[in-house]
């Protein structure tokens, strides 16, 4: 299947080098290329949009037409599948409900799908930022990618809304073979729920992070195919001698949460963190000098961002991950008597150059396919 760049680049969309420029965020934040794209300001959605529907060969929607017929339809699916899943509904086309979505499943990942709606189901194509507004404008959930624009506001974090609210007006139901839709809902909800984690969605990874020894974890590093693998192979080393470790994400002055471990338990929703690294000094020491510094400074904020880490001592150590001069990301350790900082120094070198590798992968194989006439032939 040709790629979503090489369209765009294709209909003169975008130039090269701004799509090597996206390339590069999409290693970084795990951000797929298209939002990267339209976050960056290069395309807009309807042109994402439209040439995803030329890739994928389905019927596609653009932000705004998904954030119309997705709101009228939110009691067809649970919430939390909405959110974890990324379906849409949309609508119904015949006897088939249509779900937009920007994931890709297999036959029978939707075969799993459609037995457990109960009922046939219509896929529709979808960029991932119409998924991501579609989301915070209905549940609260920022988009992960509002701060690659180098204009990005950052706003404090709020309380997701209610998704329905009830009114006293009486709404026609949904009704499908003779069956009120919401009923059907209401029944299955709990099995969904239930399962949705298991039968639909890729198998979660074990929340609990391997320990690796210095060359176990260069080795995994050289390998890695991911930011996560990245992330792993950094994190597995560093619990070795911290029992608190975590990466995030430094971007325009704004300090974003990657992954984090406490006592070699994953923090969940460790990626939802963000702040602005001004509130953050020892953070942004680190980020100004380049090197590894040890934690002096303990205001409000960095209490209640070590608090998100569960860790309540006050000795960190912050060691950056430098890429082309800039530090793109910073581990924070806690203090322990086992630290080597000379060993996570290291570590953290090597996880420079296998993000640096993982980029360049990704822009050699764009121009291999643009140089063999795949995009402008």
């Not at 890739?55 to 919430?79: C, D, H, M, R, Y």
């Not at 260069?218 to 080393?237: H, I, M, P, Q, W």
């Not at 406490?262 to 460790?270: D, E, G, T, Y």
């Not at 963000?274 to 040890?294: A, H, N, R």
């Amino acid at each position: 299947m040709t790629r979503l760049g090489e369209i765009l680049l294709s209909e003169k969309a975008l130039t090269a080098s701004e799509l090597d420029a996206a390339l590069e965020n999409q290693v970084l934040y795990g951000l797929n290329i298209g939002t990267c794209l339209v976050e960056m300001g290069y395309v807009t959605d309807d042109d994402v949009a439209r040439c995803l529907g030329k890739q994928t060969g389905q019927a596609f929607l653009t932000k705004e037409q998904l954030l119309a017929l997705g709101s009228q339809n939110l009691s067809v699916i649970p919430p939390s599948v909405i959110e974890i899943l990324r379906l849409v509904p949309v609508g119904i086309d015949g006897g088939a409900l249509r779900i937009a979505t920007d994931h890709k499943f297999s036959q029978k990942k939707q075969t799993e799908i459609e037995k457990i709606l109960g009922r046939k189901i219509e896929l529709v194509a979808v960029t991932g930022y119409a998924v991501d507004c579609f989301l915070e404008k209905t549940f609260g959930i920022e988009r992960p990618g509002r701060f690659l624009s180098k204009n990005a506001i950052m706003k404090t974090p709020k309380k997701a809304p209610a998704v329905v609210e009830k009114s006293n007006e009486q709404t026609a139901p949904i009704v499908i073979n003779w069956m009120e839709w919401k009923t059907l809902v209401d029944t299955k909800q709990d099995e969904m729920s239930a399962r949705v984690r298991n039968d639909i969605s890729n198998p979660l990874p074990n929340r609990d992070v391997a320990p690796l020894s210095l060359s176990d974890a260069a080795e995994r590093l050289s390998n890695a195919t991911s930011r996560d693998d990245v992330a792993k192979s950094v994190l597995g080393f560093s619990t070795n001698s911290s029992g608190t470790a975590a990466l995030v994400i430094v971007k325009h002055g704004i300090v974003l949460g990657w992954k984090a471990y406490s006592n070699r338990k994953m923090i969940p929703n460790f990626e939802a963190f963000f702040s602005t690294i001004e509130t953050l000094p020892d953070l942004k020491q680190c980020v100004m000098t380049k090197k590894p510094y040890w934690g002096k400074s303990m205001t409000a904020e960095t209490k209640q961002f070590l608090q998100t880490l569960h860790y309540t001592g006050e000795h960190v150590a912050f060691f950056p991950i430098v890429l082309q001069q800039r530090v793109i990301a910073v581990l924070l350790c806690d203090r322990s008597e086992k630290l080597n900082p000379l060993n996570i120094a290291e570590l953290c070198l090597k996880a420079s150059y296998a993000l640096q590798i993982l980029i360049l992968r990704a822009k050699l194989l764009s121009s291999k396919l643009m140089n063999s006439g795949l995009v402008f032939s």
